[in-house]
């Protein structure tokens, strides 16, 4: 993809600790292959439609990172609505969003 590109990560689960430290190996490793710079790493665990991500909200304002990479986008919201608005503060923010599973940027 793209060589030295500066990445956020944000990992999330609902309630299992040890989903979370899989994720986030998942991602390192996957930053890695593709000469991704983790600059900051963000977790959360909590679940539904009123969870407010306010560990995600920080890395989409953190101005080091150039893109945030998730294992896929229901690490942002399983509730297509929600992720869509997500996905449109992070393009406003100028970055983009990279998923591990379909290996290439996200659009909605």
Same mark, same amino acid.
Do not use: P
């Given at each position: 993809?793209?060589?030295? %590109?500066? *990445?956020?990560?944000? *990992? &999330? ?6 989903? %979370?430290?899989? =994720? %986030? =190996?998942? !991602?390192?490793?996957?930053?890695? &292959?593709?000469?991704? #710079? $983790? *600059?900051?790493? =963000?977790? #959360?665990?909590? @679940?539904? @439609? ?5 560990? %995600?909200?920080?890395? !989409? @304002? ?8 998730? &294992?896929? !986008?229901?690490?942002?919201? &399983?509730? $297509?609505?929600?992720? +869509?608005?997500? *996905?449109?503060? $992070?393009? +406003?923010?100028?970055?983009? /969003? !990279? ?8 659009? /909605?």
């Amino acid at each position: 993809m793209c060589e030295g %590109l500066k *990445v956020a990560v944000y *990992v &999330r689960n609902s309630c299992d600790a040890e989903t %979370l430290k899989r =994720q %986030l =190996q998942e !991602i390192a490793d996957y930053c890695k &292959r593709n000469g991704f #710079e $983790i *600059v900051t790493v =963000q977790k #959360e665990a909590g @679940k539904g @439609k009123r969870f407010f991500r306010f560990q %995600l909200l920080r890395i !989409i @304002k953190n101005k080091d990172s150039e893109a945030i990479v998730v &294992r896929d !986008i229901s690490s942002i919201s &399983r509730i $297509i609505d929600v992720a +869509k608005k997500i *996905v449109s503060k $992070i393009y +406003k923010h100028n970055k983009f /969003l !990279i998923s591990t599973e379909c290996e290439s940027a996200i659009t /909605l």
